[in-house]
């Protein structure tokens, strides 16, 4: 049973356009949620986090929103550029205890020039 | 600090052979994972270890094995290596729940 799933598959946007990947949990303790950022023939590279007391998190171009309610949460690249084609992954964990990352299946993000 | 490093790179095996991949933290990390990814499919969970000593199965642990005898090392073993083996495996380690993990730099791995 799959418990991160993630949307779309691949996504291409323009330069200085905005990217948006979308994830949907099932498990309500999950209460930690990063995303991940991944270019061919390296590993993946946390980017951001967030938890779910705060329905907002930004970190310069990135931002993570949260809709609990709802069991969703996304990632949007603001002003994408060529240099953020890569590979992005949601993950989602309980903090308490020895609970360990549980992943979407990924988004293959291109920004053409 | 060189973070979480991984060997060998890239490695070939044939089927029914076994091998050790290496993984070592310098950040005084508790917590270690490893990991598979296959295209297409993210990255599921091997084996991890909360502290030297301690391991506990993940998701996909069958024909994998893991030891942790000290807090940086925390090496992968297959035993009688099968095509489904093929993948690409990454080490992680992190401070604990909430705290990234981070990731080496991966190991491809070839069974033919």
């Known amino acids: 049973q799959q418990q991160v799933k993630q949307s779309p598959q691949s996504l291409i946007v323009q330069k200085g356009g905005i990217s948006i990947i979308n994830c949907a949990y099932e498990?309500?303790?999950?209460?930690?949620f990063p995303w991940y950022q991944q270019f061919p023939g390296k590993g993946p590279a946390l980017l951001i986090a967030?938890?779910?007391?705060?329905s907002e998190k930004k970190e310069g171009r990135f931002t993570i929103s949260f809709n609990k309610s709802a069991k969703q949460f996304s990632l949007h690249i603001m002003d994408s550029q060529p240099g953020d084609s890569a590979t992005y992954f949601c993950?989602?964990?309980?903090?308490?205890?020895?609970?360990?990352?549980?992943f979407g299946k990924g988004t293959m993000l291109l920004v053409s020039p | 600090n060189a973070g979480v490093t991984q060997t060998p790179k890239f490695r070939i095996l044939k089927i029914g052979q076994s091998m050790t991949l290496q993984c070592t933290q310098d950040m005084n990390h508790n917590y270690m994972y490893w990991y598979r990814q296959d295209p297409g499919m993210g990255l599921k969970l091997i084996y991890y270890s909360v502290g030297a000593g301690i391991t506990d199965k993940g998701e996909v642990p069958n024909g994998y094995n893991v030891s942790r005898s000290t807090t940086e090392d925390f090496p992968l073993r297959l035993e009688l290596a099968a095509p489904s083996q093929t993948s690409v495996y990454f080490c992680a380690s992190s401070t604990g729940p909430g705290t990234g993990p981070f990731f080496g730099p991966g190991t491809r791995l070839t069974v033919l």
């Open positions: 498990n309500t303790a999950f209460d930690y």
């Open positions: 967030i938890r779910p007391d705060v």
């Open positions: 993950a989602a964990s309980i903090l308490s205890g020895y609970s360990t990352l549980t």
